[in-house]
């Protein structure tokens, strides 16, 4: 199977911390994403972490990785109201992307 | 900005009808992929591109088709449409034949009435 699953929604108050949860069942993928998508817009990859890593951190965020687990997670750090958007995890699978049913992250002051 | 394009931004349009809808990869990209977002589905993959060829099918219904040209824009055609082929449709360009990141485009907003 090629299933990606996230909880569905995640509220966080203004300065605090979002961990968004995603697990998946593809142990071949070689890359695995994280995308933004605002009210209305399209796909903003916000960041990517190759197979054999387990953490990569790129400014506010941060994407933990356990392969034995399946389970990759992102980290917000300080989260702002600009943060909300439903937030989608997407693992390469031979080329296509599989991705989650997305995470909506409501960010509140 | 993700250097891909998508025309139209939207487009409205009756059952039973036929429409292409286009898009132009990142500068340098050979890969083209579609997707299509809609409330029940998800974002589920369609097609993939290489270089002008088909290198992989997803959940793609026979009245949809695809063609990458040597100039490496793609066309999306939908026809015979339902009201359920409403939905956003995403387009996704790559550098290489598969397994590096792809960038997505705006999207195309389709309504079936």
């Known amino acids: 199977g090629e299933d990606v699953e996230q909880s569905l929604f995640l509220s966080v108050r203004e300065g605090d911390s979002s961990v968004i949860n995603c697990t998946y069942t593809?142990?071949?993928?070689?890359?695995l994403y994280w995308y933004k998508q605002e009210p209305g817009a399209g796909l903003q990859l916000l960041t990517y972490?190759?197979?054999?890593?387990d953490m990569k951190q790129d400014q506010r965020l941060t994407v933990l990785l356990n392969k034995k687990d399946k389970h990759l997670s992102l980290r917000i750090a300080d989260t702002q109201t600009g943060d909300s958007a439903i937030y989608f995890c997407?693992?390469?699978?031979?080329?296509?992307?599989?991705f989650g049913a997305g995470t909506q992250v409501v960010v509140t002051p | 900005d993700s250097g891909v394009t998508q025309t139209p931004k939207h487009l409205i349009t009756a059952t039973g009808q036929r429409v292409t809808l286009r898009c132009s990869p990142r500068s340098g990209d050979l890969s083209v992929y579609w997707y299509q977002q809609s409330l029940d589905q998800g974002l589920q993959f369609l097609i993939h591109y290489y270089n002008g060829e088909e290198r992989a099918k997803g959940n793609i219904l026979e009245r949809f088709s695809a063609q990458q040209f040597p100039d490496l824009h793609s066309e999306l055609n939908l026809s015979s449409l339902e009201l359920g082929d409403s939905a956003l449709y995403f387009c996704a360009s790559s550098t290489t034949s598969g397994g590096d990141t792809q960038y997505f485009g705006p999207g195309t907003r389709l309504t079936v009435l």
């Open positions: 593809d142990s071949s993928s070689t890359y």
């Open positions: 997407a693992v390469d699978s031979w080329g296509k992307l599989q």
């Open positions: 972490i190759f197979s054999n890593m």
